[in-house]
């Protein structure tokens, strides 16, 4: 059973930095592709950062335009963990995030729709 667990969110001043974890189960990473996404209040669901292949062999963290330069993708398959580490953070970075997997391996891109398999979130609030 694949099983996506966040933690790590919380209270932050703008320009402050957090870090994400999502502990997993039930696959590795050879084998799924896996994403962060997030969701403001009264907005759609967007995607943060996710890993991705254009080749099928070479593989990359590709990000949101909104957090280049400022959010970084990890994981540790040993730990069965992924990571977000969230810097510079500013109020419109607000929402709960999400740690998400494919079973079809990584895609071509970042999308919601490819992911089957989601954890329930954690809330980071950016705000003076």
């Known amino acids: 059973e694949v099983q996506l667990v966040e933690s790590g969110g919380g209270l932050v001043q703008p320009g402050g930095s957090l870090r994400l974890s999502c502990a997993f189960s039930?696959?590795?990473?050879?084998?799924?592709?896996i994403g962060w996404f997030r969701q403001a209040p009264g907005k759609d669901r967007e995607p943060v950062s996710c890993?991705?292949?254009?080749?099928?062999?070479?593989?990359?963290?590709e990000y949101a335009d909104s957090v280049k330069g400022r959010f970084t993708m990890s994981s540790d398959n040993a730990k069965n963990t992924m990571y977000l580490e969230m810097n510079s953070l500013r109020p419109e970075d607000t929402a709960v995030y999400y740690c998400?997997?494919?079973?079809w391996g990584p895609g071509s891109g970042c999308y919601d729709y490819t992911m089957e398999y989601w954890g329930n979130g954690t809330l980071v609030t950016v705000s003076s």
């Open positions: 998400a997997a494919d079973s």
């Open positions: 039930g696959f590795t990473l050879d084998d799924y592709g």
């Open positions: 890993i991705i292949s254009r080749d099928g062999s070479t593989y990359f963290a």
